[in-house]
């Protein structure tokens, strides 16, 4: 599958605790955003990368929140002092530098809940 | 600020019924717009998009999209839908003289289609 791959795809944590995903875009893809989805919404923006330089960030971002592509391939997201209002569906997607923006290739997702 | 509403947030049909999702958007200046689908336990996948041009755009699946610059709306259509449409769908919007970075989601929609 040549796909856009996340990883883990279910976390379960305990709140204060910190958790790590990772996103692999499409190999030949430059662009890399994270978005957070919570039940009942659309996919809210958090970050986005284009190679390994980070050009966004999303005013509602707590600065719990990190990512990272550090040889603009795959990413990470890092959450710290986990609360229970970071349960969420982290998105990873991909896309083309060339393809007008929007045009995503997102992965399956990675599920937190913090208890 | 800029936002998308889906009138619908729950919508079943039976087998061959037609189908139209509404979208609005608030935004005056140019727009892309787009419409992704999450199958059951899928990733998000894009529809269909409009960025210029002719304002009836097709997608995959039978599926179509007219834009309607003077109701700021962009609504999903299919002429008779099958149960392999059951999905939930959402419609994004990306301001082109806004930040090229974003897309801004409507809440989704989520379409059952009985046999």
């Known amino acids: 599958d040549t796909g856009v791959s996340q990883d883990p795809r279910h976390k379960i944590t305990k709140r204060g605790q910190n958790v790590t995903f990772r996103c692999d875009p499409i190999?030949?893809?430059?662009?890399l955003y994270w978005y957070r989805q919570t039940l009942g919404q659309g996919p809210e923006f958090l970050t986005y990368?284009?190679?390994?330089?980070?050009?966004?960030k999303s005013r509602l971002l707590s600065d719990r929140f990190s990512a990272e592509r550090p040889k603009g391939s795959f990413s990470t997201l890092e959450i710290q002092r986990t609360e229970q209002g970071d349960s969420a569906m982290y998105l990873c997607?991909?896309?083309?530098?060339?393809?007008?923006?929007?045009?995503?290739?997102f992965g399956e997702g990675s599920r937190l809940t913090v208890l | 600020a800029q936002s998308v509403s889906q009138h619908n947030h729950h919508v079943i049909l039976s087998e061959a019924a037609s189908l139209e999702l509404g979208c609005n958007y608030s935004?005056?200046?140019?727009?892309?717009l787009f419409w992704y689908v999450q199958y059951p336990g899928q990733h998000l996948q894009l529809l269909l998009k409009?960025?210029?041009?002719d304002p009836l755009v097709k997608g995959i699946k039978g599926f179509e999209a007219e834009f309607i610059k003077s109701k700021f709306s962009f609504n999903l259509r299919k002429p008779s839908v099958q149960w392999s449409d059951t999905a939930e769908y959402f419609c994004?919007?990306?301001?082109?003289?806004?930040?090229?970075?974003?897309?801004?989601w409507g809440a989704g929609t989520k379409l059952i289609i009985k046999p």
């Open positions: 997607a991909s896309s083309l530098d060339r393809v007008v923006t929007g045009e995503l290739f």
């Open positions: 190999s030949e893809h430059n662009r």
């Open positions: 990368f284009q190679n390994e330089a980070q050009l966004e």
């Open positions: 935004y005056g200046g140019t727009v892309n």
């Open positions: 409009y960025f210029s041009g």
């Open positions: 994004a919007v990306n301001a082109a003289l806004d930040s090229n970075y974003q897309l801004i």
